[in-house]
């Protein structure tokens, strides 16, 4: 059974970083493409960045150069490091993978449970 | 960007409706359109994928289609375990997108 994991979650003031983790059970990882995305709660859903099996990556333009998502094969371990926070990223991150792709992003499935992230002062 | 559309954005109806969800694409994706289902507190789950295909383990009352710009995702006996939030998504282009959602409540 697939297992994702988010952690690093919590409060930050605007302006400061954190990097969230997603730990990756119960399928090879390294033959799918990985996902972060986003939810302000109550609200919908925003598709945050991917990364490939060989490390290429895609961002949406709210996060583009301000977040860098990564990913260790070895450890099974998604990251996604945020900086320049601000208090629009406040939200709940979910971790996913792609349905099929190895090489290409489609659908995020499944989810992990996510970690909140709070910017504020 | 693409931009995803969904209406409308929540509707009421009773057990044993057909409940149809729309999804307007602002340029064509072809088939390249998935569905979420949403329940609170919960992470989505994906129900269909080539805005058609069932998902494994998805009831068979639930039915995508649309090519192109414009897709439908249909309920055909709504049960109570589908009270939830819907939400369609295009991978045809990045960034993903996806749709604002719609909220099926009991009527």
């Known amino acids: 059974e697939v297992q994702l994991v988010e952690s690093g979650g919590g409060l930050v003031q605007p302006g400061r970083s954190l990097r969230l983790s997603c730990a990756a059970s119960g399928f090879t990882f390294h033959d799918y493409a990985m996902h972060w995305v986003r939810q302000v709660p109550g609200k919908g859903l925003e598709w945050v960045s991917g990364i490939n099996w060989s490390g290429d990556v895609a961002y949406a333009d709210s996060v583009k150069g301000r977040f860098t998502i990564s990913r260790d094969n070895d450890k099974n371990f998604l990251y996604l490091q945020m900086n320049s926070l601000r208090a629009d990223d406040t939200a709940l991150y979910y971790c996913?993978?792609?349905?099929?792709?190895?090489?290409?992003?489609?659908?995020?499935?499944?989810w992990g449970q996510g970690t909140l992230v709070t910017v504020s002062s | 960007d693409i931009q995803m559309t969904q209406s409308p954005s929540s509707l009421s109806a009773s057990i044993g409706d057909r409940v149809t969800i729309t999804c307007r694409a602002s340029?064509?994706?072809?088939?390249?359109l998935a569905w979420f289902q949403q329940k609170p507190g919960k992470a989505p789950k994906s129900l269909i994928y080539?805005?058609?295909s069932l998902q494994i383990g998805v009831p068979s009352r639930f039915s995508g289609s649309g090519s192109g710009t414009d897709f439908t995702l249909t309920i055909s006996s709504l049960q109570p375990e589908d009270f939830a939030t819907y939400y369609c998504q295009q991978y045809n282009t990045y960034p993903l997108t996806f749709g604002g959602g719609t909220k099926v409540e009991i009527k």
């Open positions: 996913a993978k792609d349905g099929p792709g190895r090489d290409t992003f489609n659908w995020p499935d499944p």
């Open positions: 340029q064509g994706i072809s088939n390249y």
């Open positions: 080539a805005a058609s």
